[in-house]
């Protein structure tokens, strides 16, 4: 997978994300390890590796929010 696919690949998941769960924006550090773990795997030239990365980076910027949308209701 060439530099400007991943690049691209990965600038779709943040919008995903800002898009349907922006309250994951607000910590973004949670996000991190899988950014990482992405960015690693481009590196490699390992497109399987490197799209389960992005998926796993999705699942907790969505865990995240959700996990947040949470807290604010019990705080009601």
Do not use: Q, W
């Amino acid at each position: 997978m060439g530099y400007g696919v991943a690049a691209e690949k990965a600038a779709e998941a943040l919008r995903y994300l800002g898009r349907n769960y922006p309250e994951c924006l607000e910590n973004l550090r949670i996000l991190d390890e899988h950014e990482t773990a992405a960015h690693e795997a481009a590196m490699r030239g390992e497109r399987g590796a490197y799209l389960e990365s992005l998926r796993c980076y999705m699942r907790a910027g969505r865990d995240e929010a959700l996990r947040m949308r949470r807290a604010r209701r019990e705080f009601l």
